[in-house]
């Protein structure tokens, strides 16, 4: 069974800064695009960033852009997002997936999933 299982997240003040890991266990990362995405209370779960497996192309939404980095380490099977500048607006649970075809935002097309990490960015 493809397992993905994020840690990372925790309580920051607004500034501050945390990187999120995604390692999978039981498959090679380097097989897939691996997203980004976050859920805030009673918000939709939104795409936050994505890496291509290809030739590691990176996406970001225009929220994080300039604020976040994702990258991958194949060597470790691990993805992770470097998160800077953190406002509260940024609060949320945030998951890793893994995507068997090219960077998309549509959850849909994403096949695996990790449990997801609560960020919290407060004073």
């Known amino acids: 069974q493809v397992q993905l299982v994020e840690s990372g997240g925790g309580l920051v003040q607004p500034g501050g800064s945390l990187r999120l890991s995604c390692a999978a266990s039981?498959?090679?990362?380097?097989?897939?695009?691996i997203g980004w995405f976050r859920q805030a209370p009673g918000k939709e779960r939104e795409g936050v960033s994505c890496?291509?497996?290809?030739?590691?192309?990176?996406y970001y939404a225009d929220s994080v852009k300039g604020r976040f980095t994702v990258s991958r380490d194949n060597t470790e099977n691990t993805a992770y997002l470097q998160m800077s500048s953190l406002k509260p607006e940024d609060t949320a649970v945030y998951y890793c997936?893994?995507?068997?075809?090219?960077?998309?935002?549509?959850?849909?097309?994403?096949?695996?999933w990790g449990q997801g990490t609560q960020v919290t960015v407060s004073s």
């Open positions: 039981t498959f090679t990362l380097d097989s897939y695009d």
């Open positions: 890496i291509s497996n290809s030739d590691g192309s990176t």
């Open positions: 997936a893994a995507l068997d075809g090219i960077c998309s935002n549509s959850l849909d097309n994403y096949g695996y």
